[in-house]
């Protein structure tokens, strides 16, 4: 059974920084792209970040772009994401999901942006 | 970038019943490789979004065969072809051709 479990969320100060982590399990996972979405509180969904199966291609939100980082490990079946210089609107539910395509998704981990 | 619309927002449907979903893409969605990368998602009330439909109209493994997806080139379309109570929730869709992804607004569905 494929699962992603994400963590690593919590509350932040405005400009500061949080990791995300996505621990992956049932597929394997060295062969798949990656994916991190997110979902502000009563809003929609918003593509953030993709890496590809060997980290030759990474590609980012305008509205992430030079903030956050993607990243692999493909030895710990896990995916990260390193968020720098937070916002308040970057508070939202992030859920890692398999693939180009979304495939499958985590449970998500809850961001929150506030003083 | 891709702008995703979809129409209704909001659909309250009676049990049994069709509905439908519409989107339009502000580009063609078909990928230099020929293929169409457009899926639809259901995240029901307090879940992580599911996908439903890639590709514009294949099914992933579990999705029951009352949704259908159809479409081509900017226009697609979600058929639900008798809503159950476990249907609602909110639909979006999402182009996966170009960079970066974008998704639909959401389509609300309800029960009458």
């Known amino acids: 059974e494929v699962q992603l479990v994400e963590s690593g969320g919590g509350l932040v100060k405005p400009g500061g920084s949080l990791r995300l982590s996505c621990a992956a399990s049932g597929f394997t996972f060295s062969t798949y792209s990656m994916s991190w979405v997110r979902q502000a509180p009563g809003k929609g969904l918003e593509w953030v970040s993709s890496?590809?199966?060997?980290?030759?291609?990474?590609y980012y939100a305008d509205s992430v772009k030079g903030r956050f980082t993607i990243s692999r490990d493909n030895a710990k079946n896990s995916l990260y994401l390193q968020m720098n210089s937070l916002r308040a609107e970057d508070t939202a539910v992030y859920y890692c999901a398999r693939d180009l395509q979304l495939y499958y998704w985590g449970q998500g981990t809850l961001v929150t942006v506030s003083s | 970038d891709v702008v995703m619309t979809q129409s209704p927002l909001s659909l309250p449907v009676t049990l049994g019943q069709p509905a439908s979903i519409s989107c339009r893409s502000s580009?063609?969605?078909?990928?230099?490789?020929?293929?169409?990368?457009f899926n639809w998602f259901q995240q029901r009330p307090g879940q992580s979004p599911r996908r439903l439909i890639y590709?514009?109209?294949n099914r992933d493994s579990g999705v029951p065969d009352r949704f259908s997806g159809s479409g081509s080139g900017t226009d697609f379309t979600l058929k639900i072809s008798r809503v159950e109570a476990e249907d609602v929730g909110v639909y979006y869709c999402m182009q996966g051709t170009h960079w970066p992804r974008t998704f639909g607004q959401g389509t609300k569905v309800e029960i009458k």
């Open positions: 890496i590809s199966v060997s980290t030759g291609n990474i």
């Open positions: 580009q063609s969605l078909v990928h230099s490789d020929g293929n169409t990368y």
């Open positions: 590709k514009v109209s």
